[in-house]
């Protein structure tokens, strides 16, 4: 499966952006998905998993009630809505599919296919 991400772009602290990521590829309906985000000179973090048919989801604890990951399978499309952002949110936002399972992933190590990563820059 291929993924192509888009959406990030520069916004003021307490503002929103929604993620796109669409897939090509394989059966979009057979991978949990998740997004991850790399700070510069950080390693690279969960953020959000969704499983295969969208009944499981989880979040990071820094993100939770401010974030929301949803997916679209007709569309071939899983999103990441940003609320209520904050500097630190600062990232390369990256989404990511794992084949197979049941619900969602929080482990970076099990994610086989990556997109190309999109930027997201909070201002205080």
């Known amino acids: 499966v291929q993924l192509q991400a888009s959406g990030g772009g520069l916004v003021q602290a307490g503002g929103s952006l929604r993620l796109s990521c669409a897939a090509s590829g394989r059966a979009f309906g057979n991978y949990a998905m998740g997004w991850f985000r790399q700070a510069p000179g950080q390693e690279r973090d969960f953020v959000a998993g969704i499983s295969r048919i969208a009944g499981s989801t989880g979040y990071a604890d820094s993100v939770k009630g401010r974030f929301t990951i949803s997916r679209d399978n007709a569309k071939n499309t899983v999103y990441l809505q940003m609320d209520s952002l904050k500097p630190e949110d600062t990232a390369v936002y990256y989404c990511?599919?794992?084949?197979?399972?049941?619900?969602?992933?929080?482990?970076?190590?099990?994610?086989?296919?990556w997109g190309q990563g999109t930027l997201v820059t909070v201002s205080s």
């Open positions: 990511a599919a794992k084949d197979g399972g049941v619900g969602y992933y929080r482990s970076i190590g099990l994610y086989a296919y």
